[in-house]
């Protein structure tokens, strides 16, 4: 049997996030979260980058408390991650939300985004947040599918830059 868990970036091996953002150029597709493009920077450098994001009062202005969480098995292997944001900004609160997730291509189809996201709720909880909002594009099915199958209700809806958003809030 699989064993999977929910961890910190801290538990993180240079190699196993490689292979994880490999998979993504691959396929040709943009990582999400976001959160784990490191651009130009090295690995350790966007670790430290991440983990200053994630202290109560250390981050850039015009930023909130965040954090990168990553779904892996007992050996590393990374299925894939999500970004928790614990306050909201106006631009957040448009697009973006509370979280943002994604699973590697060769992953998906398999139940892991809906266990990351329940495991990722209680972290939401546990620092005080009561409902969550997930903002999706319209054409993103399967990660509809997921946040309703959480509970996910949808508010409304909106247009931007030719995309239809879909703003989703999960109750705790």
Same mark, same amino acid.
Not at 96 to 124: D, V
Not at 159 to 171: H, L, P, Q
């Given at each position: ?11 993180? #091996? ?7 953002? #490999? ?6 597709? =943009? ?6 493009? *490191?651009?130009?920077? %090295? ?23 965040? @954090? *990168? ?8 292997? &990374? ?23 994604? &699973? =590697?291509?060769?992953? =998906? ?19 005080? &947040? ?8 319209? #054409? ?14 949808? @508010?409304?809806?909106?247009? %931007? ?12």
């Amino acid at each position: 049997m699989k064993v999977i868990k929910l961890v910190e970036i801290i538990a993180i #091996d240079e190699l196993q996030f490689q292979n994880y953002i #490999d998979s993504w150029h691959n396929q040709k597709e =943009r990582i999400s979260p976001s959160s784990c493009e *490191t651009g130009t920077i %090295s690995f350790q450098k966007w670790k430290e980058t991440q983990l200053i994001l994630a202290q109560e009062d250390n981050h850039p202005a015009g930023m909130v408390r965040a @954090e *990168t969480l990553f779904l892996i098995e007992d050996n590393g292997y &990374i299925i894939g991650a999500i970004n928790l944001r614990y306050a909201m900004t106006e631009d957040l609160l448009k697009f973006g939300g509370h979280m943002s997730f994604g &699973i =590697r291509p060769e992953e =998906r189809k398999k139940g892991y985004a809906f266990i990351m996201i329940k495991l990722a709720l209680n972290r939401l909880r546990v620092n005080g &947040i009561t409902k969550a909002l997930v903002t999706i594009t319209r #054409d993103n099915k399967p990660a509809q599918r997921t946040i309703r199958k959480i509970g996910g209700k949808l @508010e409304n809806a909106y247009e %931007s830059k030719g995309n239809v958003i879909d703003r989703y809030w999960i109750s705790l």
